[in-house]
């Protein structure tokens, strides 16, 4: 790595900052009843950050985007177990983490998340690394919201890559990542649609890994913004109501069994709140419920939740 292509923690956060406030004022535009209250908060181990929830609005029943910033002088052992070379050094862990829950049983809940991590000690090279990425999880499919979101994210890849892989091999590697993260191995499903998922990326240096993190993140809006348009004033009635809230269960069996952010924020002694902010505002569980044969809802199961190459589908 060059001293020119040294990582740059203070033009990270500023970028995540002004990404938080831009993605609130998006999102509060796309609702109108309803803007985003913040909270701001202190870890008293180093750091902090801004979360801002929206509750109750007229097309998101429950939002939360959040940024935090923590530090401190030596990582929890928890955190060095599986790199031992973190061991002894001082760190500062940042990211805007994004969640939007719809009113509407026909517009999908969103993911977003993108972080940076560094290790700094004395005399050494400092051990950095981005990672992120977004996924949809919808509760009733249409084809073109999903060909939508991924030829966003196949967009999102343009322009980067190596000579070994080229952006639409990149996305076919990110779009598997995100395929197999986001899995429910004890329901053997996957919790949506998929999309992207990266970490530890660092190989292209600091300057073009910040550059892709950006892409991702900006990304997302041109991804979501038009499927939430165009659902959000879809007729529905209590069955499809049933059924979201039903779907909304495997996404708290997600964050809560498997996702990795979640498990360390309350591990390491994060801030509870702003940590399950993700968890939807109303939620069910039925005993061995089954989907009614040919129905909408089983064919989210039979044609939704089935990893697939969207990009290469016919229009069915």
């Known amino acids: 790595m060059t001293h020119t292509d040294h990582p740059d923690a203070d033009a990270v956060k500023h970028y995540l900052l002004d990404l938080q406030d831009r993605l609130c004022d998006a999102l509060s535009d796309e609702d109108a009843s309803k803007g985003f209250r913040e909270d701001s908060w202190t870890r008293p181990g180093g750091g902090g950050g801004r979360s801002r929830i929206l509750e109750d609005g007229a097309v ?14 030596a990582l929890p052992p928890t955190a060095s177990a599986s790199r031992p070379e973190l061991a002894g050094r001082s760190f500062q ?51 073109e919201d999903v060909r939508h979101w991924h030829r966003t994210a196949r967009n999102a890849c343009a322009g980067f890559g190596d000579t070994a892989e080229d952006a639409t091999a990149l996305h076919a590697r990110l779009k598997h990542a995100c395929d197999h993260y986001f899995y429910l191995k004890h329901r053997a499903e996957p919790r949506g649609v998929g999309g992207l998922f990266f970490d530890d990326l660092n190989h292209w240096g600091f300057e073009r890994s910040f550059a892709f993190m950006r892409s ?37 069996e997600f964050n809560l069994v498997y996702d990795r952010g979640t498990l360390f924020g309350l591990q390491s002694g994060g801030r509870t709140e702003s940590i399950l902010m993700s968890l939807p505002p109303q939620v069910s569980w039925y005993y061995d419920w089954q989907p009614e044969p040919g129905s909408d809802e089983a064919r989210l199961y039979e044609h939704y939740l089935v990893p697939k190459d969207w990009l290469a589908e016919q229009a069915t």
Request: hydrophobic fraction near 30%; proline fraction near 8%; aromatic fraction near 18%.
């Open 60 to 73: 998101f029943e429950k939002g939360g985007i959040n940024f935090s910033h923590v530090h401190g002088d």
């Open 93 to 143: 862990a940042m990211g805007v983490s994004l969640v939007m829950h719809p009113r509407n049983p026909y517009a999908p809940t969103s993911h977003m998340n993108v972080r940076f991590f560094i290790a700094e000690k004395p005399g050494s090279e400092p051990v950095w690394w981005f990672g992120g990425g977004f996924d949809l999880t919808p509760y009733y499919g249409f084809d």
């Open 216 to 252: 991702v993140a900006e990304h997302y809006l041109p991804g979501y913004q038009p499927i939430v348009a165009r659902r959000k004033g879809t007729a529905y009635g209590e069955r499809e109501r049933r059924f979201q809230c039903y779907r909304r269960g495997r996404y708290v």
